[in-house]
């Protein structure tokens, strides 16, 4: 009996030391005052997504962080504890920890340039503006790493973005919210397991 634990468990360890890793960042600030607001969707969609593969995070250095395992895949969900502007921090430590390529990552952001619940997938990009991916691109050094851009608007007076964009959700938007959760969730299944060109074809303007 010792004998095939002993097989089985080292062939398992074996299986998941050559799994393919991939990292999915979600971008957020830490604290409830934050919990809902429309800066932390890259939070929700992890949230969500962790939901739905009944699996829990689990406070480690410089985040929350869930594994999942998923056809030959190890899904490292990361939640950033470093607020938004120091990003690249954490995102650079979990990187090197489980030694993931830069092609292997998935961060998500909000993004005011795009419809509300719009959904695009791009392999670089600017930071636009946005002080999360001004960390990520200043630590990584590169503006070269797969984003997913979550669509939240600019319904917002002149002078009056950043309380638009640490608002509340409205009571339509959480509405219609579920819904692109349950889309973001493909989106990311389909970045680990199709790649990255298949799901920009498959989910872009979705």
Known sequence: MNFWNRFFG????????????ILIVGLGNIGQEYENTRHNIGFKVLDYLAKEESITFQTQKLGDVAEY????RKLFLLKPSTYMNLS??????WMEKENIEKENILVITDDLNLSFGTIRIKA?????????LKSIQAVLNTVEYPRFRFGI???????QQVDYVLGEWTSEENSILIERLEVAAKVIRSFALAGLSNTMNEYNGK
């Open 88 to 93: 690249g921090k954490a995102i650079k430590y």
């Open 10 to 21: 080292k062939r398992n360890s074996q299986e998941t030391n050559t799994m393919k890793k």
């Open 124 to 132: 670089k990009g600017s930071d636009g503006g946005h002080n999360g």
């Open 69 to 72: 395992n998923i056809k030959g």
């Open 153 to 159: 608007s600019d319904q917002f007076k002149k002078g």
